[in-house]
């Protein structure tokens, strides 16, 4: 190729590739390499090729294969203004020890990589010390995104030893606006500001990345010009299409480790019991009647459904549908039935007698389960609907010990910084197994002595034993 260098700018979310002499038809003289590339796309307003800005690794690289000389203006970093030691862990100069399954796990993040793909830590197992050692290691401008606003309050204050080297700390929110070398957004910001704020940080961190392939929050990878990118789950879901998804946004799974292989010295040992309980006649002769019309329409259409994306596509189909959405509901009032069978609540009322010096979270997944049993038990609740500071009084009150037992739905699954229990009680839930873990997270913090234990109630001869199977999967995986 014979001209000038390629340009390369940030522009919205995009890189903009201008190149000189153009063809006959306009387009810039670029490497052929490059323009079979299917995402590399001739934008004819601004007469220039474009590519979505996390594409620039892998622009970079095959301009590179080419030898095409290059005039790169994309990143424009905020300072890092970090004098880290020449020798030695730079974390360690931060007063941030890592533990051995975090440092491996940041090693192959580097190593196998190159500073791309995500990091698989059960819930309690420190994958934010994990990100603090990236960004000590890197010592460039850090773009955080979290779920919550709790979430970006905990980041805040791990994210301290930086701000005593004099490192700011901004957050990107809806309660405040302030870019710093090391800043913290939630996804719904993060998405608003991708194409104004996207080359201004060599890495992003995306915690809880499992959010990040819904509708909307994947532009926020796409609109980042990020070279470095590091997520972080306590367990995908084999099941669904994320992992292919994350491995194009930001890399592949580089490094995993279950519960089960840090219990003991770096996590609680755990146990789990199923509990199975049985519906009474008349809860029977109704369960029998709604499940037998969702099944009876499957049957009369010849439908399977026997993965999770078997059942989204038969819900869509119900949108166009009458009987279909018939079916849905019935099958809706089918799963009411089995999670508030009235035994379910005889032994909840039995385990909450037996762990009554204990501290005990009773995860369901409706709401009005929650609410039910908050009354009936006289326990706390805390859902979606719980307001920030009544929240926080709640927990507050469970770490105090002035409660030994609370009540949640989904709400306190991630995002939360929820107090040491060591028993928990799950009355319903999905087939999810990441949710599953979650839970399951929420007992293992450490104690000298302590033996947590999880309890599933299960409505016998219902759905839940098959989504009590299924969300089990994920540990009987990682045991091998």
Known sequence: MTGGPIELRFEGGTIALRASPSSEEGKEALPKALTVQPWVKWDS????????????RELLEILREEGSPVDDRVLQPLPFAWAAPSHGDPAEALGITLRPYQREALERWLRDGGGRGAVELPTGAGKTFLALGAIAYLRCATFVVVPTLDLVDQWKRALAPFEGQGIPIGELTGREKRLEPITVATYDSAYV?????????????????????????RHIAEFFASPYRLGLTATYEREDRLHEDLAELLGGVVFEVSADELTGEYLAPY?????????????????????????????????????????????????????????????HRAVQIAFNARQKREELRRLLLRHREDRVIVFTRFNDLVYEISEEFF???????????ERAEVLEGFRRGEYRAIASSQVLDEGVDVPEANVGILLS???????????????????????A????????????????????????SSKG
Do not use: M
């Open 45 to 56: 307003r601004s007469r220039c090729f474009r590519v979505l800005a996390f594409r620039y």
């Open 193 to 217: 500001h991708a194409d104004r704020v996207g080359n201004r940080f060599p890495l992003i961190v995306f915690d809880e990345v499992h959010h990040l392939p819904a509708p909307g929050y």
């Open 271 to 331: 146990v789990l019991e199923r509990l199975y309980v049985e519906l009474t006649p008349e809860e029977r002769a109704a369960y029998e009647r709604e499940y037998g019309i969702f099944r009876k329409y499957l049957k009369k259409h010849r439908i399977r459904i026997t993965r999770p994306q078997d059942f989204e596509k038969f819900v869509y189909r119900s949108g166009a549908d009458p009987e279909a959405w018939r079916a849905v509901r019935a099958r």
């Open 379 to 389: 326990l706390p609740c805390i859902t979606y609907k719980t307001g920030r500071e």
């Open 429 to 451: 839930g999905t087939g999810s197994s990441r949710e599953f873990v979650q839970r399951l997270g929420r007992l293992l913090r450490p104690r000298e002595g302590k033996r």
């Open 453 to 476: 234990i999880l309890y599933e109630i299960i409505a016998r001869g219902t759905g839940e034993e098959r989504t009590a199977s299924r969300r089990r999967k994920k540990l009987r």
